[in-house]
């Protein structure tokens, strides 16, 4: 059974930082896609940032054109965990982010293409 546990959010002020982390355990993620989505009141879960766990190395990763630049995925193979990198936080930011994994081969920015999904963490950034 895949467990995916995220961490890290909170409350903060527009421009700040934050890093969000999501702890995979229960199978091995060196074939699987990675992504967190996020999802604002009144609206529906949208992409934020994927990698395949395999193409770290070649620096590989995908990100929604609304946070390129200002959001970083990566993993750490030793602790089986993806983080999220949030600087130049915006209002418009504000959502609940979730960590998802996905055992099918191909990065999708679709939110039905991932199998497993973490319990969501609060991100509220206030102007």
């Known amino acids: 059974q895949v467990q995916l546990v995220e961490s890290g959010g909170g409350l903060v002020q527009a421009g700040d930082s934050l890093r969000l982390s999501c702890a995979a355990s229960g199978r091995t993620f060196s074939r699987y896609v990675m992504g967190w989505f996020r999802q604002a009141p009144g609206k529906e879960r949208e992409f934020v940032a994927a990698?395949?766990?395999?193409?770290?190395?070649?620096?590989?990763?995908y990100y929604a054109d609304s946070v390129k630049g200002r959001f970083t995925i990566s993993r750490d193979n030793a602790k089986n965990t993806v983080y999220l990198q949030l600087n130049s936080l915006k209002p418009e930011d504000t959502a609940v982010y979730y960590c998802a994994g996905k055992s099918t081969v191909g990065v999708s920015y679709s939110p039905t293409s991932y199998n497993y999904w973490g319990q969501g963490t609060q991100v509220t950034v206030a102007s």
């Open positions: 990698m395949r766990w395999s193409d770290w190395d070649s620096g590989i990763t």
